[in-house]
């Protein structure tokens, strides 16, 4: 008899977005992001932090302060981070992500061709960034489903020596 209590698609993806997260360097908030065909196959992962090359050593991590001191110019976003980490189109995809994308973000997924985006955590659907995303992807018909669990799964890692 098979198993029967397997990870939905969605829960299976959100988790990879989760552990995508678990590479930010962020101290205040890790986001991960996950793009699927729909073949299920995954076509980009991302994280939030600052551009190749640039030393997080150097850049600020910071959220309060001058904008020059602060991470947010320099920080890149889960989803961008994902879309640019592509290995094929996007368009027709799905991308999962931890956190309700910015106003930013909505612009490039829309313009990848995303048509389906997957998020647990909507803590700022009251910021003008926030709104102004729900109003685009509305707009060009990307479909929003938040997801009304939380799917971050403690995932032993097993090293072979």
Request: proline share 3%; aromatic share 10%.
């Amino acid at each position: 008899m098979k198993r029967t209590d397997v990870l939905s698609w969605d829960d299976y993806f959100m988790g990879l977005a989760h552990l995508s997260a678990k590479r930010s360097k962020d101290p205040s908030t890790q986001v991960g992001a996950a793009i699927v065909s729909e073949e299920h196959r995954v076509v980009g992962i991302g994280y939030n932090g600052f551009p190749s090359g640039c030393d997080d050593d150097v850049y600020p991590w910071e959220r309060e302060g001058d904008f020059g001191d602060t991470k947010y110019p320099y920080v890149v976003h889960a989803e961008l981070n994902a879309i640019l980490n592509s290995n094929q189109l996007c368009r027709g995809c799905t991308i999962y992500v931890s956190l309700f994308p910015c106003n930013e973000c909505a612009k490039a997924i829309i313009q990848s061709g995303i048509k389906r985006v997957v998020y647990e955590c909507d803590k700022y659907a009251d910021t003008d960034a926030v709104k102004a995303s729900k109003r685009m992807f509305l707009s060009a018909g990307v479909e929003l489903k938040q997801l009304d669990h939380d799917v971050r799964l403690n995932v032993e890692i097993i090293h072979h020596d």
